[in-house]
């Protein structure tokens, strides 16, 4: 059974420019979370997706937006990116309802 | 405003010492406070606690919470050098089940 995948495992942007980081859950999962950790600091809450649609929003700007897909995988987009948006982003699944949340192994992404 | 504050943030121990990592919190509406070790990438699940009181136990890990006091204890008996990792702890609060508050995390380093 594989847990929550991420793809890509690392990327490089240049500021300004866009990207999409993609997550699948773990096998009957049906709810998706994404967070940003910075480099010495806890993971902090992005948003979450749960049938297809955002329930909760942490405090980021509108030019982090995000998509699930009917077989629940996620995708995490970033616009203008800025020089602070270097970090590890992080995809975690859990089913509604349910107990812990599962996390992947993240997407470093570093903007130069 | 919700938020979780470990301590120590950075602790350095010797094979075979006992020890204790604290986590206070303050959350609207608890429902659930989170134990994870992160040590490359992706945070990996040790313990939920709910009730206050009632120690859990993995091995050489356990942990408890004091839903009163507000805040939880990890420890660990008899480290060991694959024990060194970031500790994070999270607490999560009815109505935004999924959306984890995390503290900064306390580094262990467990030394030969």
């Known amino acids: 059974d594989a847990g929550v995948t991420q793809s890509p495992t690392h990327l490089i942007k240049t500021r300004g420019q866009q990207v999409t980081l993609r997550c699948s859950p773990k096998s009957g999962h049906d709810t998706v979370s994404w967070y940003q950790q910075a480099l010495g600091q806890g993971p902090q809450f992005i948003f979450q997706?749960?049938?297809?649609?955002?329930?909760q929003r942490g405090n980021f700007p509108d030019r982090f937006s995000g998509h699930q897909f009917p077989n629940y995988s996620s995708e995490l987009n970033v616009n203008a990116l800025l020089l602070g948006d270097s970090a590890l982003y992080l995809c975690?699944?859990?089913?509604?309802?349910?107990?812990?949340?599962?996390f992947g192994q993240g997407t470093r992404l570093t903007v130069v | 405003e919700d938020k979780v504050v470990q301590s120590p943030l950075s602790l350095v121990v010797h094979e075979g010492d006992t020890v204790t990592l604290n986590c206070s919190y303050e959350?609207?509406?608890?429902?659930?406070l989170l134990w994870y070790k992160q040590e490359k990438k992706a945070p990996t699940f040790l313990f939920m606690l709910t009730s206050s009181g009632i120690e859990k136990k993995s091995g050489r890990l356990s942990s408890i919470l004091d839903k009163k006091e507000l805040f939880s204890i990890l420890n660990i008996t008899a480290t060991q050098t694959g024990d060194s990792a970031v500790y994070l702890c999270a607490v999560e609060g009815r109505g935004s089940q999924g959306n984890l508050i995390f503290g900064k995390g306390t580094k262990l380093s467990v030394k030969p």
């Open positions: 997706y749960y049938e297809e649609e955002e329930r």
């Open positions: 975690a699944s859990s089913f509604v309802g349910g107990t812990e949340a599962f």
């Open positions: 959350v609207t509406n608890f429902r659930s």
